[in-house]
């Protein structure tokens, strides 16, 4: 099959097969066309092949060449994970007494190409306060940080973001499990794709309740923390 039969190639992958019925090797040059087919769920790629027999070196190193002159994008980014090269998880709780903010740079995240999958790691003792009081006060009555040290998300995206030249900013849905205190629930919320260099940049603004979570505030101070907490996600992926 010729490769300008697909219609938008997004990527390839070799793969080198014994076929002892035939007595020869042959290699499976997998082209990913997201486009032409449909997938199970929408945005994942279908999964088409060429195979080609080896005859030679200089058949094989012709095949290699083809499959990643013509994809236009790496294997990695195609087939693989995008990791975080740099961002942060923010809250912010205002109420008339006062306004409470934090801001965590330590968490991981990952973002696979091949399923729309989505998942983040917060380590709650990341989350850096103003005042030092509030940090002491988060971690040790609110979150229980030793006892529930990481929140986590599991989710989906309902569309692949576009990458690489000519990508645009594109605003899509994410629906998983958001988990703190080991506590779950599911939520459905908006995030907006930007290209970022050779990555890209997402940006994701929704509300948390505490108390959805059995974050029990006391009440000397229930009218300094907001019932509705804002929390923002800005990360930037990378294919490298």
């Known amino acids: 099959m010729p490769l300008d039969n697909f219609s938008q190639i997004t990527g390839t992958g070799l793969l080198l097969e ?21 997938g199970p769920e ?11 027999t080896v005859n030679n070196l200089s058949r094989l190193l012709m095949v290699i060449l083809t499959a990643f002159v013509t994809s236009g994008f790496t294997c990695t980014a195609a087939q693989g994970i995008l990791t975080l090269e740099s961002g942060s998880v923010s809250f912010f709780s205002s109420t008339p007494v006062e306004d409470i903010k934090a801001e965590n740079s330590a968490v991981t995240s990952s973002l696979s190409m091949a399923d729309s999958s989505v998942v983040f790691s917060v380590p709650v003792t990341g989350f850096i306060f103003r005042k030092k009081l509030m940090q002491e ?6 979150m229980e940080s030793k006892r529930f040290p990481t929140a986590t998300f599991r989710g989906k995206l309902t569309r692949l973001p576009q990458t ?28 907006t794709f930007t290209p970022s260099g050779s990555g890209i940049a997402a940006l994701s603004e929704f509300i948390v309740r505490p108390a959805d979570y059995g974050i029990k505030i006391p009440r ?19 294919n490298r």
């Not at 006060?137 to 609110?142: A, E, L, M, S, V």
């Open 18 to 38: 014994d076929r002892p019925e035939a007595g020869k090797q042959i290699v499976l040059l997998i082209v990913y066309d997201v486009v032409a087919g449909t």
């Open 164 to 191: 690489g030249a000519g990508a645009s900013a594109v605003q899509v849905r994410v629906r998983g499990t958001l988990t703190i205190r080991d506590i779950s629930r599911q939520i459905d919320e908006t995030v």
């Open 137 to 142: 006060h988060f971690n040790d009555q609110y």
């Open 220 to 238: 000397i101070l229930v009218k300094n923390i907001a019932e509705e907490v804002k929390v923002t996600i800005n990360v930037t992926y990378s």
């Open 42 to 52: 929408p945005g994942m790629p279908v999964i088409r092949r060429d195979m080609l």
